[in-house]
């Protein structure tokens, strides 16, 4: 039970956090990476070595015990971890683990004197309470899959029907359940969580949908990165025919309804869940801007698909720029998107809808730009891929 005493005792120590929250989790995440392999698996190890893991984890831990006496002033946060568990299928049985070495990493990293028994039983308490909160709203999510029209719980047996190269990096996967039986329904926007087993080792990891749903098949299409163990695994190693375990769609960054008119603004793979937040918004006659940016011709992927639908409605506008374009290229414009050419291809009225995703220096300028341009705060939605972080920092 959380006391008064308790919640005094957290945010004493929020200045502590705000110097030294990030050594506290890299040093969290190595003492339970290394002493509990069975979670292992949840963790992608990129996010790990880049330091974003432990980034995100300390301004969410900061950022819990900022508003530990006001859990509503957390927002989307609690939101945000809860749709990246269920992808994950972060199980109760988890949580003991991570509060245990979390108990651990404050009593190291600050020293007895400052972690006293009295600061790491409140700590416990807090900790406690935030993992029911969690908990609770994993299982509601949990059951509302298994019960829903082709849903399900847990892991599901899926087999690539399809195969195909988009770009010379980004490749889709058509999935469809090895049983045969009905496929849940999901909101564009939303992705799914993999589990492979590569040498021996369990790795998942979570996509985004890049079509929208059709009850027959689930589409992802994933980048090859240079160092990304399942997506060069993905890319190289598994062919139509073969066999995957698929986790059920989860998500909270999801196309809105919404009358006003629509800008789509993405980065190279940051393209794949607006594909099917574009052709939700183009089925009910909403006026898109599609602004798409890649580095050259040969990685932009899905420009004729993107063509082929401005075709058939006069209500989609499309923008393409190349930050590093080849000799044969045609681009719209090139170099990074800046603010002129923004304001150029957005409505000149900016009440409306924008989504934009792709990589972090890139979403930290489009939201720079936004606000430059007067659109408005609360009509501005984006997701991270990886660990969420501040887009400001």
């Known amino acids: 039970m959380l006391s008064n005493e308790h919640r005094t005792l957290v945010k004493a120590t929020v200045p502590l956090l705000e110097t030294g929250g990030e050594a506290l989790t890299r040093h969290f995440y190595q003492m339970m990476l290394s002493e509990y392999p069975e ?7 990129a996010h790990q070595a880049s330091g974003d893991q432990p980034r995100a984890l300390a301004n969410g831990v900061l950022m819990y015990a900022r508003h530990i006496d006001e859990l509503e002033q957390l927002g989307p946060l609690v939101a945000q971890i809860v749709n990246k568990h269920v992808a994950l299928q972060i199980l109760p049985e988890h949580y003991p683990i991570v509060g245990a070495c979390l108990l651990r ?25 935030l993992a029911d909160i969690l908990i609770g709203a994993e299982e509601s999510a949990y059951a509302r899959n298994a019960a ?8 599901r047996r899926f087999r690539i029907a399809r195969k195909e190269a988009e770009s010379e990096e980004i490749t889709s996967f058509y999935l469809q359940p090895v049983d045969g039986g009905a496929l849940l329904d999901f909101q564009p926007g939303q992705y799914i969580g993999l589990r492979l087993v ?19 098949d689930y589409r992802i299409s994933v980048k090859r990165e240079a160092e990304g163990r399942v997506s060069n695994y993905l890319h190289d190693q598994l062919h139509e025919g073969d066999e995957l375990e698929l986790f059920p769609p989860a998500g909270e960054f999801v196309l809105r309804d919404s009358e006003k008119p629509l800008a789509l603004i993405t980065a190279g793979v940051g393209i794949t869940p607006a594909l099917a937040m574009l052709q939700r918004a183009l089925a009910s006659g909403r006026a898109v801007h599609f602004i798409h940016c890649a580095r050259h011709g040969g990685v932009h992927a899905f420009r004729q698909w993107i063509e082929a639908q401005a075709q058939k409605h006069p209500q989609l506008a499309h923008y393409f720029c190349y930050s590093e374009p080849r000799e044969q290229d045609q681009a719209h414009a090139e170099g990074l998107l800046s ?25 930290a300028q489009v939201k720079r730009h936004l606000h430059a341009l007067g659109v408005p705060e609360q009509q501005c939605h984006y997701e991270f891929f990886g660990p969420a972080s501040a887009l400001e920092a």
Do not use: H
């Open 39 to 45: 979670v292992r698996p949840l963790f992608n190890q």
């Open 105 to 129: 990493a404050i009593r190291e990293v600050l020293g007895a004197e400052i972690a006293t028994d009295a600061v790491l039983e409140a700590w416990g308490a807090a900790y406690q309470q």
């Open 148 to 155: 829903e029209a082709g849903g399900w719980r847990g892991a």
């Open 198 to 216: 590569i040498d021996g080792e369990e790795l998942r990891r979570t996509y985004s949908l890049s079509a929208p749903a059709n009850g027959r």
């Open 339 to 363: 603010q002129q050419q923004l304001a150029e291809w957005l409505p000149a009225q900016r009440d409306l809808d924008a989504y934009f995703l792709g990589p972090k220096p890139f979403m």
